[in-house]
């Protein structure tokens, strides 16, 4: 299945990106349990890597529903958050984060794209803001799994009682 948008345009992304969200219910407490399929553009469950904790919530906007999923390792400094669009399927329509291989906050999207793939196949999106090997994209920036799910809720516009949990570490 392919969502196709509106528009053959990145603005789409950034419109459902930016729009503003708020919570439905709790967000589920950081896991290290397999990762199961309510949460995850994944198809089917998958274990959590070593290491690796899990939080995700859902949340509704002007658009539908949105899942934030994110995925944290503390001692190998890999953070990633994943906003994805719900509808009869799931597509994953960006990815940001931060991680030891190459440090400082970036975003892989669906920027230049028509065409989503949905589920599992969304998460390899094409197009990675700043660049790899942009300067801009080095950060000191220390995260704890509390700080970055903070900026993950305001980074998707995420409002309500379970996004705002935390000091931003800048």
Sequence with gaps: MILSLDINSPETIRILCSEKKFTIGSATPW???TIGTKYSP??????????????????????????LFCEVNTQ??????????????????????SHASHPGIHTHSWCRESKIPALSA???????IPLHDAYKRRSRVKWTRKSFWTAACQVFNIHGEEAAQG???W
């Design 31 to 33: 896991s290290s349990a």
């Design 42 to 67: 994944y198809p089917h469950t998958r274990p959590c890597g070593k290491n690796w904790e899990w939080k995700a919530l859902i949340a509704n906007g002007q658009s539908g529903q949105f899942i």
């Design 76 to 97: 190998n400094n890999g953070f990633k958050a994943q906003l994805i669009y719900q509808r009869e399927t799931r597509w994953m329509l960006t990815r940001w984060e």
């Design 122 to 128: 969304s998460i390899e999106a094409p197009c990675q």
């Design 167 to 169: 000091e931003l570490p």
